[in-house]
């Protein structure tokens, strides 16, 4: 027996998640109308059709701006796309402010990914953890694994994409970008960042 969803439930999903309505519908009664197992659900079903597209090249896109707190806080962003038909949706355009919004709130971020952070930062949180008292006693295989742990905790901090949404604590950027992804069905990139504070050089 199918189980009959309200179509006030999937349209709610439908807009939570950005998914289509019949897939909605089935994650729905996959999970016996469980909407937080349903979110879940369509997550992982998109987050698995937006890896196949993280080679593909973006080429279009747009440059945003977000100003905070009164003017003492500034950001310039530029996230790229595929085409720019996609690039004109609102849905991108959310997207982009959001990543925006996320930056300027994030004061401790300095790059788009773990990738672009460069070998003397990842050497010199190396050294610092690798002098800390509580290692002191352990045994080198076990201190290695220790400090390479907490060195990787510490430049998740300095990563955009690595970063807990603000406005949904249960998703990352990275997450986030790859539902939009699952969406459009296109790659999407942050490409670039600048953040500006009132005062700093």
Do not use: W
């Not at 937080?36 to 890896?51: F, I, N, P, S």
């Not at 701006?65 to 796309?81: F, M, Q, T």
């Amino acid at each position: 027996m199918t189980l009959d969803i309200s179509s006030t439930l999937v349209k709610e999903l439908r807009q939570k998640t950005g998914a289509g309505m019949m897939n909605c519908k089935k994650a729905l009664q996959e999970t016996n109308g469980d909407f937080e197992g349903a979110v879940k659900t369509l997550r992982q079903k998109g987050l698995a059709a937006a890896d196949k597209k993280v080679d593909r090249k973006t080429v279009e896109g747009v440059v945003n701006s977000y100003i905070h707190a009164g003017g003492k806080i500034g950001v310039l962003v530029e996230v790229n796309c595929e085409t720019d038909f996609v690039a004109r949706r609102e849905e991108f355009q959310e997207l982009v402010q959001n990543i925006a919004m996320q930056i300027a709130a994030s004061p401790e971020v300095l790059y788009v990914n773990s990738e672009e952070i460069p070998e003397q930062v990842f050497l010199a949180e190396k050294a610092i953890e690798a002098e800390k008292d509580d290692l002191s006693n352990k045994p080198p295989e076990i201190k290695e694994k220790i400090i390479l742990g907490r060195v990787e905790k510490t430049l998740k901090k300095l990563s955009l994409i690595d970063q807990a949404f603000i406005r949904d604590a249960n998703i990352t950027i990275d997450e986030l970008i790859k539902e939009k992804i699952s969406l459009f069905g296109e790659n999407i990139k942050v490409k670039r960042f600048t953040r500006y504070t009132l005062g700093n050089k």
